[in-house]
């Protein structure tokens, strides 16, 4: 555990005994979240629309009742009807229209998996910034603290005679720098509080740090690449989204076709108050065909545009293969930049560190001055406020490469 974890550790003494993790923020956005709960429930209505088409091929029944009175016979009568009907072909329209149906579905899918790892991606970014701010407010009070010891030292070396004014004033007025900055990161802080909030769903304690790496990054970027035209949601739902408008092409088609169907009809009736009244019966049977003769171009001008919906769906699945490959290649360069930044940065702070300590230590033997602890307080500060931005990057920056390679889920922040 570097530096920067261990002081907003030390600081944050209000902190649970148990810090809420970026897993446990992910599951809660998850059960909560309101935009992917409204596209879970329109993949549940798409769902439906393969039965639908499913059902324009099977068998129907209905019956139908009917009643009257006759002014001029004095009459009443009333009778009631059985129908059933049975396509037996359909000229493909049902078979098409069902496949065009699943792609819906699964091209719905892929929109619920892309909404989730949205969802997953501002979980992300929110913890990440949270966490930045929670570290960097912690970095500004030990720092704080550190000047109000450097401050009362230099008041005791004025009184002694071994200080100046001038040092002291110069640590008084850093002191009151950092307290201007401590106001700053406070109102950052809540601003990043109020932003995971609305993401998350609940309210934010203590974050734990990230995992070091997040699981299932691919190990080269020719490997990320591979995943993204495998797994990547946008990709997959423009494929479905093809494969849909192809088969549409077949539903248009159909519209022109011949169709077969069986059906039958059973009814009862009754008259009274004219010569002719008395009960009837009547039952049929039989089979239809039809054949579209001419439909004024209709069919073929709805063959046409279905081909051209295809055309431009092959071309809409090229564009988003692009641009799932450019958004892999930029988020690989992101997180090989982020980690380099955080080895440097880390390294910045043992440095820094280091020199803080050793400044003191001649400053207490008079060889170095207060400007020279002033200036190596600041330089530690830099370094830790650094590597924290530097670790909130690479979180984020890992998740964007996660979610373009189409493998981000709950699992990848264990």
């Known amino acids: 555990m570097n530096r920067v974890w261990m002081t907003g550790a030390a600081l944050l003494v209000a902190a649970p005994a148990s810090a809420e993790t970026l897993a446990d923020a992910a599951w809660a956005a998850i059960a909560s979240n309101p935009t992917l709960a409204a596209a879970t429930a329109r993949q549940d209505a798409l769902a439906e629309t393969p039965e639908q088409a499913r059902a324009q091929g099977r068998l129907t029944a209905d019956a139908a009742a009917t009643g009257g009175y006759d002014r001029y016979d004095r009459g009443t009568s009333g009778g009631g009807t059985v129908s059933a009907s049975l396509p037996i072909w359909t000229g493909g329209r049902v078979r098409t229209a069902v496949r065009a149906a699943d792609a819906d579905v699964a091209a719905g899918e892929e929109g619920v998996r892309d909404t989730s790892a949205a969802v997953l991606s501002d979980v992300a970014s929110a913890y990440a910034d949270l966490?930045?701010?929670?570290?960097?407010?912690?970095?500004?009070?030990?720092?704080?603290?550190?000047?109000?010891?450097?401050?009362?030292?230099?008041?005791?070396?004025?009184?002694?005679?071994?200080?100046?004014?001038?040092?002291?004033?110069?640590?008084?007025?850093?002191?009151?720098?950092?307290?201007?900055?401590?106001?700053?990161?406070?109102?950052?802080?809540?601003?990043?509080?109020?932003?995971?909030?609305?993401?998350?769903?609940?309210?934010?304690?203590?974050?734990?740090?990230?995992?070091?790496?997040?699981?299932?990054?691919?190990?080269?970027?020719?490997?990320?690449?591979?995943?993204?035209?495998?797994?990547?949601?946008?990709?997959?739902?423009?494929?479905?989204?093809?494969?849909?408008?192809?088969?549409?092409?077949?539903?248009?088609?159909?519209?022109?076709?011949?169709?077969?169907?069986?059906?039958?009809?059973?009814?009862?009736?009754?008259?009274?108050?004219?010569?002719?009244?008395?009960?009837?019966?009547?039952?049929?049977?039989?089979?239809?065909?039809?054949?579209?003769?001419?439909?004024?171009?209709?069919?073929?001008?709805?063959?046409?545009?279905?081909?051209?919906?295809?055309?431009?769906?092959?071309?809409?699945?090229?564009?988003?293969?692009?641009?799932?490959?450019?958004?892999?290649?930029?988020?690989?360069?992101?997180?090989?930049?982020?980690?380099?930044?955080?080895?440097?940065?880390?390294?910045?702070?043992?440095?820094?560190?280091?020199?803080?300590?050793?400044?003191?230590?001649?400053?207490?033997?008079?060889l170095r001055s207060t400007l020279d602890i002033l200036i190596a307080d600041e330089s530690l500060r830099g370094a830790q406020l650094a590597l924290a931005g530097s670790r909130s990057d690479l979180l984020t920056s890992e998740t964007a490469l996660l979610r373009a390679t189409g493998t981000l889920n709950v699992a990848a922040f264990d």
């Open 131 to 366: 966490l930045f701010q929670q570290e960097s407010v912690a970095i500004v009070r030990a720092d704080i603290q550190l000047l109000e010891s450097q401050v009362a030292e230099s008041k005791a070396r004025f009184d002694l005679g071994t200080g100046t004014q001038t040092d002291v004033s110069r640590l008084v007025a850093q002191r009151a720098s950092a307290g201007a900055t401590e106001a700053s990161a406070v109102a950052a802080l809540a601003a990043a509080a109020a932003a995971y909030r609305a993401v998350v769903g609940t309210d934010a304690g203590t974050l734990a740090p990230p995992p070091a790496m997040l699981a299932g990054l691919p190990a080269t970027v020719d490997e990320a690449r591979v995943r993204a035209i495998h797994a990547n949601p946008l990709y997959r739902q423009a494929r479905s989204a093809g494969d849909a408008a192809d088969a549409r092409i077949g539903v248009a088609r159909s519209n022109g076709a011949p169709s077969v169907g069986i059906g039958a009809s059973y009814g009862y009736g009754y008259t009274t108050g004219s010569d002719s009244g008395g009960y009837v019966r009547s039952a049929a049977a039989g089979a239809t065909f039809r054949v579209p003769l001419l439909t004024g171009g209709l069919v073929a001008s709805q063959v046409r545009q279905a081909t051209a919906d295809a055309k431009a769906a092959r071309y809409d699945t090229e564009a988003v293969s692009r641009a799932v490959i450019r958004a892999t290649d930029t988020a690989w360069a992101n997180v090989v930049a982020a980690k380099m930044r955080v080895d440097a940065n880390t390294q910045a702070v043992t440095a820094a560190d280091r020199a803080l300590a050793g400044v003191k230590a001649e400053y207490a033997v008079g």
